[in-house]
């Protein structure tokens, strides 16, 4: 790919340079034969050479131009031109004016990098030397129109490599470039994967706790139900005991379960392509569930939701969000006591969710840095130093925007602002509002 | 309905595929004194109808602080404390009750992955064993009884309590 963009590059240059010594040189040359026509004693001749000379110029250019391979068009093209210039200047009577034909001739023929032209170049250029001399034209001009036609074809030439080299360089750097790029995007796509895939690991590790309390009794219930299976005909106390207190606290343990596993599906359903409309305030509750391993019992928590904050975009990218805000709040307060407030509201045409905890808070040198990736307070080993760069990340991809406002060793606040869906029916049934309501 | 010694072999089996068995009521821990200590209180119901069905007597706490005060008016054999709790971790209540009463059997309790950490940290005269939440019943109902029945003064521990015990030796259940 690389070698056919410079093969490209090439034949525009090339095309464009000859094409312009092509129209001039065949111009002076058709002057010339015209004039040599006039001067001459045999005006047909030369008249049916500058036919000749049209007619094998203009099908020069359809064969040359364009064309990747140019070695019999090359041969023709300096044979012909050897012979019509030689013709021309012995035709003419007063040769200085014709011998300036040579130096264009030479730049029409411009070789290039082409190797075989260089010889054709230096067979015509010998040719206009020696020809004209021997048939004793005056030396001064011919000498000087040859050298001139090298010095034109040394300058073209010069310049030429010189527009090639700079073109190459500036190609090998757009290459690396493309490379770096490419290295950086996917060490940035690589990363971000290991980060949600060491959120999952820590939420994982949360859920856990979350998980195996019901499981425990929920299995214990069950057993001693077997266990207790033969006597419950006999036993009113046993009967009233399974009703009051064993099955509920099973049915429950279940419910508890089942609210948390679907939480983690909420997390893990990630279709980068699907957009829908979803309750922000919902995501809020999942993620606080999520987060409740971490928070500490130091730490009290207080949430203010809106509810019905629709919101379009992808809940699990959005959930991820929160868990990072809150389970970075928990972890500033790890060490203290105090509290750790969750809202979300409308604002206008906006949803605002602002994560605020009373943690150490973050000396400005951090603040500026939080959003870099990479970045981290934690020890080494302990924090990515993603997690907030994909927040900014997702928030972004949503339309919003993320800030922070801290004072060291009183707390900090996020607030994220998304942009509200635009849904005609805003208004959902009022079953809706219970359902979110239970998931609370 | 199974025989007392089918019951040994419980432990092997899953949560969910255990025998059916009856109370193997053994003598040589009937009647001992169990403090459960957890803040989930259908934790402390469950374990306390499987307790009982081994004769054993268990009370239960929802906190570290009530746990404490009930020490301090009873004697306990032994003590399940949960890891997490409000107020206080399970380690901290343990090391509580080590200091007060030393000959206290102490177990934890935790439904966390890190169980495996603080087995590495604290060593059995700290913490005697690990459960991992969810247990098996049978199995943890029999390792319980193994414990209490090698510290019990009983000078032959029975059939099933010899069994155990080799089950019992595992720090982490």
Redesign the interface.
């Known amino acids: 790919m690389v070698k056919g963009y410079d093969q490209a590059l090439r034949e525009r240059v090339h095309k464009q340079l000859q094409f312009r010594a092509a129209v001039s040189a065949n111009a002076f040359g058709a002057v010339l034969i015209a004039a040599a026509a006039y001067q001459s004693h045999r005006p047909w001749l030369m008249f049916g050479a500058l036919v000749a000379h049209s007619g094998f110029a203009t099908a020069m250019a359809k064969l040359t131009f364009g064309r990747s391979d140019r070695k019999v068009p090359n041969l023709a093209f300096t044979l012909a031109n050897t012979i019509f210039g030689l013709v021309t200047l012995h035709a003419l009577n007063d040769m200085a004016p014709a011998y300036l034909v040579v130096p264009l001739m030479v730049l029409l023929a411009d070789g290039f990098s082409e190797g075989d032209l260089r010889w054709h170049m230096l067979a015509m250029l010998s040719c206009f030397l020696v020809v004209p001399l021997a048939l004793g034209a005056p030396p001064f001009p011919v000498i000087g129109s040859v050298l001139l036609g090298w010095v034109v074809h040394w300058f073209s030439e010069g310049r030429a490599q010189t527009l090639r080299a700079a073109m190459a360089e500036l190609r090998e750097q757009a290459e690396v470039m493309r490379l770096v790029n490419a290295e950086n995007g996917n060490l940035y796509a690589k990363m971000v994967a290991q980060e949600r895939l060491s959120s999952l690991g820590l939420m994982a590790a949360g859920v856990a706790h979350e998980v195996n309390n019901p499981l425990a009794f929920v299995s214990s219930n069950v057993n001693a139900l077997r266990f207790d299976l033969d006597k419950l005909a006999t036993s009113a106390t046993l009967r009233a005991e399974y009703r009051d207190e064993i099955i509920p606290a099973t049915v429950d343990g279940m419910a508890r379960v089942n609210a948390i596993i679907s939480d983690l599906r909420r997390f893990a359903r990630a279709d980068p392509a699907r957009k829908e409309i979803f309750d922000l305030d919902r995501e809020v509750v999942a993620a606080l569930r999520v987060c409740k391993g971490k928070l500490t019992e130091h730490c009290e928590v207080k949430v203010e939701l809106e509810q019905q904050l629709k919101v379009e975009g992808q809940p699990g990218q959005v959930c991820q969000v929160l868990v990072n805000l809150i389970s970075n709040a928990a972890h500033a307060m790890r060490a203290r006591t105090g509290r750790l407030s969750v809202t979300a509201r409308r604002d206008q045409s906006d949803v605002l969710v602002t994560v605020t905890d009373q943690g150490e808070g973050m000396p400005p040198e951090v603040v500026d840095r939080i959003f870099e990736p990479f970045f981290t307070t934690k020890p080494h080993g302990e924090g990515t130093g993603l997690g907030l760069s994909v927040v900014h990340g997702i928030v972004r991809s949503h339309g919003g925007a993320i800030s922070v406002a801290t004072v060291p060793g009183e707390g900090s606040t996020f607030t994220v602002r998304l942009p509200a869906a635009r849904s005609k029916n805003a208004e959902r049934p009022v079953d809706q509002v219970q359902v979110a309501g239970a998931s609370a | 309905m199974t025989r007392p010694s089918e019951m040994t072999q419980a432990g092997q089996n899953d949560?969910?595929c255990?025998p059916?068995?009856t109370a193997p009521a053994d003598p040589a821990v009937m009647g001992a004194q169990i403090l459960v200590v957890d803040d989930?209180l259908?934790?402390c119901?469950?374990?306390r109808?499987?307790l009982r069905?081994f004769e054993l007597e268990v009370t239960y706490a929802t906190n570290p602080a009530e746990a404490l005060v009930m020490m301090s008016n009873a004697r306990f054999d032994m003590v399940i404390s949960d890891y997490?709790?409000?107020?206080m971790y399970g380690t901290e209540l343990l090391a509580e009750v080590a200091r007060r009463t030393p000959a206290t059997l102490r177990l934890m309790l935790s439904?966390?992955?890190?169980i495996d950490t603080l087995a590495a940290n604290y060593d059995e005269t700290k913490i005697l064993r690990f459960i991992?939440?969810?247990?098996n019943?049978?199995e943890l109902a029999a390792n319980l009884v193994a414990l209490l029945a090698a510290k019990g003064a009983t000078p032959a521990p029975s059939a099933l309590t010899v069994a155990t015990i080799e089950a019992a030796r595992s720090r982490v259940w």
Do not use: H, N, Q
Request: aromatic share 4%; hydrophobic share 30%; net charge neutral.
């Open positions: 949560v969910g255990s059916v068995g989930e259908e934790i119901r469950s374990l109808r499987l069905r997490r709790m409000p107020d439904a966390c992955a890190e991992r939440k969810p247990w019943d049978d």
